[in-house]
């Protein structure tokens, strides 16, 4: 009975949105967790290639080759809603309280993105490598397990993403996205309460605006000092060369909090037109960038617009009640973007898997649009099944625990600042 109460509430909370969040940008995170899926669906069975060499009509998938070729942003829509609710969670305590509760929040992340990180780091290292699957070499990106473990330290401290990115054997390669978000989690409550300090908010809009210019600045520096950069050799992966896309979503959030009705204001006074021109922006990333483009557009400016497109969506969906809101925010999103960090964890191996299999029954991978469709539907399927299961059984617990810990911290700082007399008084804080 236990048992049964215990995946009962788990389901509770997958499928039950909660009411204090914002539906519409859980809708987005479920839409770029989906994107995001389909694109490595379609690059790992053959259907993505170098654009610069796909001639209109020159290929035979080459429309689904130019549709898949800008679902790679998933991930950039992903740092803009992280920046957003991150900054604005940290932007409301120094504005309420004049306080930065950094060991609380380090406490809350912890527990919320270590153990399903490294519970899948480490089944993928001692479980799933030493098996030898031939799709999985692939993945591994080398057929020797000890060259593989001699770099797995680079997965547990987080720097995959410096450290042989990019076609380098790796435990979890695609962690590497994982990885500039906990650079950003440890750098922005420091550069924050920097910013606080100038007591003025014009100093700390400004602040904000040069966090988000400085990594448009690297990446054009790094372009003029080598034209011939190409994204997937390290620059794509780096957190200095992604930070801007975090940071646009921490300078709406300074926006909401600090400036809310001015900023609501200005964004119903344009309306639709917010979400208009975002959705215009993506595409034109999608359109004109890409992973494995060169030239000025894809190497320096794409994650900049891509990251001010995503930002008007979320002001359009803050703020403006129109079919772009509606859409992000039905309750069939919710589950997706629940468990949408254990998907990305685990996607790779289920679609890995789904390949093997393929192969041992066809004995070629022969792939048609038919099956990246089949393939796709699966991978959606098995992986949040596998995620489900993971958040029910590791996540939700150990977020419960960490939001208790933290909230304990909290309260003796809050004790020791003298902002409350007694720690019960955290109880209806």
Same mark, same amino acid.
């Given at each position: 009975?236990?048992?049964?109460?215990?995946?009962?509430?788990?389901?509770?909370?997958i499928?039950?949105?909660?009411?204090?969040?914002?539906?519409?940008?859980d809708?987005?995170?479920?839409?770029?967790s989906?994107?995001?899926?389909?694109?490595?669906?379609?690059?790992?069975?053959?259907? !993505?290639?170098?654009?610069?060499?796909?001639?209109p009509?020159?290929?035979q998938?080459?429309?689904?080759?130019?549709?898949?070729?800008?679902?790679?942003?998933?991930i950039?829509i992903?740092?803009?809603l992280?920046?957003?609710?991150?900054?604005?969670?940290?932007?409301?305590?120094?504005? +309420?309280?004049?306080?930065?509760?950094?060991?609380?929040?380090?406490?809350?992340?912890?527990?919320?993105?270590? @153990?399903?990180?490294?519970?899948?780091?480490?089944?993928?290292?001692f479980?799933?490598?030493p098996?030898? !699957?031939?799709?999985f070499?692939? *993945?591994?990106?080398?057929?020797?397990?000890?060259?593989?473990?001699?770099?797995?330290?680079?997965?547990?401290?987080?720097?995959?993403?410096?450290?042989?990115?990019?076609?380098?054997?790796?435990?979890?390669?695609?962690?590497?996205?994982?990885?500039?978000?906990?650079?950003?989690?440890?750098?922005?409550? @420091?550069?924050?309460?920097?910013?606080?300090?100038f007591?003025?908010?014009?100093?700390?809009?400004?602040?904000?605006?040069?966090l988000?210019?400085? @990594?448009?600045?690297?990446?054009?520096?790094q372009?003029?000092a080598?034209?011939s950069?190409?994204? *997937?050799?390290?620059?794509?992966?780096?957190?200095?060369?992604?930070?801007?896309?975090?940071?646009?979503?921490?300078?709406?959030?300074y926006?909401y909090?600090?400036?809310?009705?001015?900023?609501?204001?200005?964004?119903?006074?344009?309306?639709?037109?917010?979400?208009? *021109?975002?959705?215009?922006?993506?595409?034109?990333?999608?359109?004109?960038?890409?992973l494995?483009?060169?030239?000025?557009?894809?190497?320096?400016?794409?994650f900049?617009?891509?990251?001010?497109?995503?930002?008007?969506?979320?002001?359009?969906?803050?703020?403006?009640?129109?079919?772009?809101?509606?859409?992000?925010?039905?309750?069939?999103?919710? @589950?997706?973007?629940?468990?949408?960090?254990?998907?990305y964890?685990?996607?790779?191996?289920?679609?890995?898997?789904?390949?093997?299999?393929?192969?041992?029954?066809?004995?070629?991978?022969?792939? +048609?649009?038919?099956?990246?469709?089949?393939?796709?539907?699966?991978?959606?399927?098995?992986?949040?099944? !596998?995620?489900?299961?993971?958040?029910i059984?590791?996540?939700?617990?150990?977020?419960?625990?960490?939001?208790?810990?933290?909230?304990?911290?909290?309260?003796?700082?809050?004790?020791?600042?003298?902002?409350i007399?007694?720690?019960?008084?955290?109880?209806?804080?």
């Amino acid at each position: 009975m236990a048992i049964r109460q215990f995946f009962k509430e788990g389901l509770r909370d997958i499928f039950v949105p909660v009411s204090s969040n914002f539906s519409g940008l859980d809708g987005l995170r479920g839409f770029a967790s989906c994107i995001v899926l389909f694109y490595h669906c379609a690059l790992f069975m053959g259907f !993505i290639a170098d654009l610069n060499h796909i001639k209109p009509g020159g290929g035979q998938y080459e429309w689904i080759i130019r549709f898949c070729n800008g679902f790679w942003s998933g991930i950039d829509i992903f740092f803009v809603l992280s920046g957003f609710l991150i900054g604005r969670m940290l932007i409301r305590d120094l504005s +309420t309280e004049r306080k930065m509760y950094y060991v609380p929040f380090l406490i809350r992340r912890s527990f919320r993105i270590f @153990p399903a990180y490294y519970l899948v780091v480490t089944i993928s290292l001692f479980v799933i490598a030493p098996l030898g !699957i031939p799709a999985f070499n692939f *993945l591994y990106m080398t057929t020797d397990w000890n060259d593989l473990f001699s770099v797995s330290w680079a997965n547990y401290l987080y720097l995959v993403n410096y450290v042989r990115p990019g076609n380098q054997p790796s435990v979890l390669s695609w962690g590497w996205s994982l990885c500039v978000e906990e650079h950003f989690y440890i750098l922005l409550p @420091p550069l924050l309460w920097l910013l606080y300090r100038f007591r003025s908010k014009s100093a700390g809009l400004i602040g904000l605006i040069l966090l988000v210019l400085i @990594p448009l600045l690297s990446r054009g520096l790094q372009y003029l000092a080598d034209p011939s950069l190409r994204l *997937l050799e390290g620059f794509y992966y780096y957190s200095h060369n992604r930070f801007d896309e975090l940071f646009v979503g921490v300078l709406i959030a300074y926006l909401y909090v600090i400036h809310r009705q001015g900023l609501e204001r200005v964004c119903k006074k344009f309306g639709g037109l917010l979400g208009v *021109l975002g959705l215009c922006g993506a595409a034109s990333v999608w359109i004109y960038g890409g992973l494995t483009r060169g030239g000025a557009f894809p190497v320096v400016f794409q994650f900049s617009v891509m990251a001010y497109s995503t930002g008007l969506v979320l002001l359009n969906i803050l703020f403006v009640d129109n079919a772009i809101t509606r859409f992000f925010s039905h309750r069939y999103w919710y @589950p997706l973007a629940r468990i949408s960090y254990g998907t990305y964890l685990v996607h790779m191996f289920v679609l890995f898997g789904l390949m093997q299999l393929f192969m041992n029954y066809f004995g070629h991978a022969n792939f +048609t649009p038919v099956w990246l469709f089949v393939f796709y539907v699966l991978l959606l399927l098995i992986s949040s099944i !596998i995620a489900g299961l993971m958040f029910i059984l590791v996540e939700a617990p150990l977020l419960n625990y960490g939001a208790k810990v933290a909230a304990k911290y909290r309260q003796k700082a809050k004790v020791r600042a003298g902002l409350i007399d007694r720690p019960t008084d955290l109880a209806s804080s």
